[in-house]
């Protein structure tokens, strides 16, 4: 007969309040580098106090360790894509896709509607490159500079770089936040995207209309110099043609037919080192190692891209960033970080300490709204306190996953909120690490921009109405052994 005590709220807590008091000491010390290893720490000396809970009240070793394994296993998958992605970016980037996208994103830049053309901009080089901060870092930077020279409101122009770049950001199938939503939620990534637009879009949308209306008052005369010294080294660098496009719209048929996403990205990654080798062989050749030429040079550069990505070298250290990285290793953090959340996830699920906290959590949710509400209510508390983006997606993702199914909700709803409510308001917080970031960078405090970022204030709010009016919410048979909520 098992020995095993059911666990107290007190024993439920201790963890969470280890890691929470880790997390915040992680973003203490070491700012903007937290996710790169210090959070990865906290959540194993967080996992172990849960283990150490498990002990007490008469679990095994051998129990708990066998749940780390099962959780860890269940991130598998997206590991392989996050490893595919990384060689898609490094592909993208020699071939010239990438800079094509940007240099087609530049030409939208209008003084006209300069905060709408921004908000824009910052979308299409975001999903190209799938990073919200590799994006607000240099064409962001660029675009701040166009306001300066053009006398508009920095407050309202960093409002529409943080807005278009976590759009981009958020529909990628390149960004990581995208593959560890669903990866924690236990979908799909492309159903993942997909469910996404049906709140993203309108979002978007909206926050696009509201730039142009208030472009309408701005005043003042345009200094392009800095874009249109990138679209010329872009021009120098690169041999530019919508040809470049194709592996991009091979990608996107691929996925609209629901071919799985491994293939699908990894595909994309092989035909973007065949379109390197045939349309951009002065970068290729420029790349090469000392002595080497002809093909041999060919394959050895996309064999490196396809796992260390590039570094390249265009006379302009913004551009450069922009160009520069991919590569299966540049994915290795993440999945450090994942499987380290999977880890913690697994023992507190596993010793019964994560369901007694999500009992209290989800008293009184028996609609698809409270629980929509809930869930994106916990990602913006754990922003907050966490002061980290991933933790807002980990930490709810594995406290509401089996809730959601048994209340006859997809496990998409869920995937969706996560990155409506953890990854949109991440960077509204000054102390958040992407708040920090976005800071340090545009040199606008959140404080300023908030406002102005109508698109991660949108989004949130459009997607708890959807929930409410039952607009786009996928259920599934609820189990038999649960009665069905209403």
Known sequence: MSDRRQPSMLDALIPIAVLVLLLSSSVILFADDSSYGPNQIALLLAMGVAAIIGLKNGYKWHEIEEGIVHGI?????AVLILLSVGALIG????????????????????????????????????????????TAATVGVALIGVANGMGMSEAVTAGAIVSGAYF??????????????????????????????????????????????????ASGQASLEKIDKMQRLLEANFELSPVLLVPLIVLLTLAIRKVPAFPTVSIGALLGGLWAVWFQPDVVQSLAQQGREGWLASVTVVWTSLFNGVSLETGNSDLNDLLSGGGMSSMLNTIWLIICAMSFGAVVEKTGLLKRVVTVFLQGATTAGGMVTRTMATCLGT?????????????????YKEEFAKRGLHQL??????????????????????????HSVLMVSPLEYIFFAFFNLINPVLAIIYAYLGIKILRIPVPSSEPAKA
Not at 177 to 200: D, K, S
Request: charged share 10%; glycine share 8%; aromatic share 10%.
């Open 73 to 77: 296993s269940l991130s598998l998958g």
């Open 413 to 438: 709803n869920l995937s969706r909120s996560l990155e409506d409510g953890g990854t949109l308001t991440s960077p509204l917080i000054p102390w958040n690490t992407c708040g920090a970031y976005m």
């Open 383 to 399: 922003n907050l306190i966490t002061a980290d983006q991933y933790m807002s997606i980990v930490m709810p993702g594995r406290m």
């Open 168 to 217: 981009g950001d958020k529909i990628s199938p390149l960004s990581e936040t995208t593959n560890l939503a669903p990866a924690v939620a236990g979908t799909e990534l492309f159903e993942h995207i997909r469910y996404m637009l049906w709140t993203t879009i309108p979002s978007f949308v909206l926050a696009v209309l509201l730039f142009v209306i208030v472009g309408l008052n």
């Open 91 to 134: 592909t993208w980037l020699l071939s010239g896709t990438v800079p094509m996208l940007i240099y087609y994103g530049l030409k939208l830049l209008d003084p006209s509607f300069f905060y709408a053309a921004t908000c824009i901009i910052c979308a299409i080089v975001a999903m190209s490159i799938g990073s919200s901060w590799t």
